[in-house]
Structure formats: structure tokens, C-alpha cells
């Protein structure tokens, strides 16, 4: 099954300058920017510049450049706010995946969430 890209989902527009962001971080293939409703203390989206839907479809078909300056970029955000394991406290990735996951944004997306203790991710089923 082949992913269809939504060129009219908000991070599209945050990516041609239609909407405005803070942005954390900028390279040639990943825009890294505050969350406008943050978690927590520290709550940065990280994207892809590329046209991807969610982190299967980026490890699939994004080019080895893409992927090495997205992890890089995320690594270099934890170190930088303090929010690495072993400098800081620790922190939370999360990445939402279609409906099951409760995707919001059909753009592929890294939530880095720090600064205080998340709590259980997912409750136990009865």
C-alpha cells in the first residue's frame, strides 16, 4: 500500500512558511520547533522536510541522508536542552502512527517530551 501525502496538513504549511513557527533547529532535511500546546517543560517537534506520513513510511523510503540528519538532529535537541539520560533526567519520544495510534498531523513527526516525569505511557488493560 502506498502512503498518500496530504500537501494541505499544517506541517506542509509550517514547511513553506505559510504558518509561523519557533524553531528550535534547521537543516537541509529537518525542521525541529516548539510545540504550540506543550506536555511538558520541553515539548520540540521534529520533522522531515520530505513528504512522509508516519515513521514507517520515513525508515522506508526516505534517503539514508534524511534519516542520519533527522536522528542527528534529535540527538543534538536532547544534548542541547538537557534532556539526554545521561546528562539530564531522561526524556520521551513519541511518534503517533494513523488512526489506531491517534495520528493528528498525517506528517511524519518526533515529539521530544522532557523536564519533569511523564508518567505511565499506556495504561494496563483491565
Same mark, same amino acid.
Do not use: W
Given at each position: 500500500?502506498?502512503?498518500?501525502?496530504?500537501?494541505?496538513?499544517?506541517?506542509?504549511?509550517?514547511?513553506?512558511?505559510?504558518? %509561523?513557527?519557533?524553531?528550535?533547529?534547521?537543516?537541509?532535511?529537518?525542521?525541529?520547533?516548539?510545540?504550540?500546546? %506543550?506536555?511538558?517543560?520541553?515539548?520540540?517537534?521534529?520533522?522531515?522536510?520530505?513528504?512522509?506520513?508516519?515513521?514507517?513510511?520515513?525508515?522506508?523510503?526516505? @534517503?539514508?541522508?534524511?534519516?542520519?540528519?533527522?536522528?542527528?538532529?534529535?540527538?543534538?535537541?536532547?544534548?542541547?536542552?538537557?534532556?539526554?539520560?545521561?546528562?539530564?533526567?531522561?526524556?520521551?519520544?513519541? @511518534?503517533?502512527?494513523?488512526?489506531?495510534?491517534?495520528?493528528?498531523?498525517?506528517?511524519?513527526?518526533?515529539?521530544?517530551?522532557?523536564?519533569?516525569?511523564?508518567?505511565?505511557?499506556?495504561? %494496563?488493560?483491565?
Amino acid at each position: 500500500m502506498a502512503y498518500a501525502y496530504d500537501d494541505q496538513n499544517i506541517f506542509a504549511k509550517i514547511l513553506r512558511g505559510e504558518i %509561523p513557527n519557533k524553531t528550535v533547529t534547521e537543516t537541509e532535511h529537518t525542521l525541529a520547533f516548539e510545540d504550540i500546546r %506543550p506536555q511538558a517543560p520541553v515539548h520540540v517537534l521534529v520533522i522531515p522536510k520530505g513528504p512522509y506520513v508516519t515513521y514507517d513510511h520515513f525508515a522506508g523510503e526516505a @534517503s539514508d541522508a534524511e534519516i542520519v540528519d533527522f536522528n542527528r538532529v534529535v540527538a543534538r535537541i536532547c544534548q542541547d536542552l538537557g534532556v539526554t539520560a545521561d546528562a539530564g533526567q531522561g526524556c520521551r519520544f513519541i @511518534s503517533n502512527a494513523g488512526e489506531h495510534g491517534v495520528q493528528e498531523v498525517p506528517h511524519y513527526h518526533l515529539h521530544i517530551l522532557g523536564g519533569r516525569r511523564m508518567g505511565r505511557m499506556v495504561q %494496563p488493560a483491565d
